[in-house]
């Protein structure tokens, strides 16, 4: 019952949020469930939870296996040598940042004949954090356009944690700017359409600059234990 309410509790402040700056359509929210245990998992879908997203390949393979109702979303860096595992497999890929990387998930997918859906994480100067560097963005972004078997939904961002909500929505207008540049320059095959940005602590933030999808854990499950 108190992950319905904590549930029941983010739509809220979401519709709240849009409501507030005269937004119409509602993001799509995937519950992080990184050490959320598979009996926790397996309700998800029966409170309206459609899609989920894990940091550790080895953790979510074995929770595919037993939740295959779920859309399963790879949210955590992503090594060259599990790509393997999982193309095909995962509706989305938040976490592509090098041509390595993306010629490896091209292999993988054409090898089954499954395109995958990728987004591109950015790193917007925090050393410590992945993502594709912001001034090699548009010369990836073209080459990406060579590879059949990806295909580029969106934008990927993890502003640096500071416990103040508001301290996420310049790293959210950035990467909301640099996702319009893309769209406007058409430098893409295709437009962009999704941007994954807002977590626990500043997703109404996101909401506001347009976020498309939330990456929220904690909110929904309460704290974990940090043993990874």
């Known amino acids: ?16 949020t849009m409501q507030k700056v005269g937004r119409k359509d509602f993001p799509l929210i995937v519950a992080v469930t990184k050490t959320v245990p598979v009996e926790i998992i397996q309700t998800l879908n029966s409170i309206g939870i459609t ?4 940091n550790y390949v080895q953790e979510m393979l074995g929770k595919m296996r037993v939740c295959n109702n779920l859309n399963w979303h790879f949210i955590g860096t992503l090594q060259k040598n599990k790509a393997k595992y999982i193309v095909g497999s ?3 890929i938040h976490s592509l940042d ?31 954090k992945g993502g594709l560097p912001k001034d090699e963005l548009e010369k990836f972004v073209f080459e990406l356009n060579n590879l059949a078997w990806i295909e ?7 502003p640096p944690y500071t416990g103040n909500k508001e301290d996420s929505r310049n790293y959210f207008k950035e990467i909301k700017q640099i996702f319009d540049f893309l769209n406007k320059k058409g430098i893409y095959k295709h437009p962009l359409t999704e941007l994954s940005m807002g977590m626990s602590g500043d997703y109404t933030v996101a909401v506001e600059e347009g976020a498309t999808i939330l990456r929220i854990g904690t909110a929904m499950f309460g ?3 940090k043993n990874k």
């Open 1 to 16: 019952m108190e992950l319905v309410n904590r549930y029941l509790k983010i739509k809220s402040e979401i519709l709240d």
């Open 152 to 158: 580029l939904k969106g934008l990927m961002a993890i």
């Open 98 to 128: 090098s041509l390595q990387l993306a010629l490896e998930i091209n292999k993988r997918a054409e090898k089954i004949g499954k395109t995958q859906a990728v987004l591109i994480q950015i790193n917007q100067g925090e050393e410590s």
């Open 51 to 54: 899609d989920v997203g894990e």
């Open 90 to 92: 995962v509706k989305l």
């Open 223 to 225: 704290e974990r234990t």
